[in-house]
């Protein structure tokens, strides 16, 4: 997994323009069952991945936090939300807050989440490649396949089960 981590950048660069054209025409020309293709190719690649061996999301990037977010996470580490964003976090340039500084705070040693139970909606919901409309967030896909290896094969299969 360390090979493929150090290699993605790389890879997701080499690729990116060929990427940017299939998603321009994913776009204009979104397939009926993309939805349901996309949920399986998701599907079949977690069922091979460990994040756990990974957790590259969490050592390189920082997830936005809503207020629920904020709420629910600060509860459960018996702080008020303000002592939880005093410590944690930061407003970023687009007025969201993120974390103070990556890798995570809440990522132990062994690539676990300390608050995993209660862990943001974007941290959850990452990569998205299972999001509804995935042809919406093409962008922040592009981004996440120099990230996510698990992204970048959902991506390539995808180029193959849906060709444009």
């Known amino acids: 997994m360390k090979h493929i981590i150090n290699n993605l950048p790389k890879e997701a660069k080499d690729k990116h323009i060929e990427n940017k054209k299939y998603f321009d025409k994913l776009k204009k020309k979104t397939p009926k069952n993309l939805d349901y ?3 399986d190719l998701h599907d079949a690649e977690f069922k091979k ?3 756990l061996k ?3 999301c969490c050592k390189t990037t920082g997830p936005l936090f809503t ?3 904020i709420e629910r996470v600060s509860k459960y580490l018996r ?3 303000q002592q939880f964003i005093e410590q944690y976090l930061r407003i970023d340039e687009d007025r969201d807050y993120v974390l103070q500084s990556v890798p995570c705070t809440f990522l132990d040693n062994e690539n676990a ?3 995993y139970d209660v862990r943001p909606k974007a941290c959850r919901e990452f990569p998205h490649t299972d999001r509804k409309k995935f042809q919406q967030i093409t962008d922040l896909t592009l981004k996440n ?3 996510c ?3 970048f094969n959902i991506v390539e299969e995808m180029k193959k089960k849906l060709p444009l």
């Open 37 to 39: 293709v996309m949920q």
């Open 79 to 81: 702080q008020k939300p």
């Open 49 to 51: 991945t460990d994040c």
């Open 149 to 151: 290896p698990a992204a």
């Open 145 to 147: 396949l120099a990230i």
């Open 67 to 69: 207020d629920a977010d």
């Open 54 to 56: 990974c957790a590259n």
């Open 113 to 115: 989440c300390m608050i």
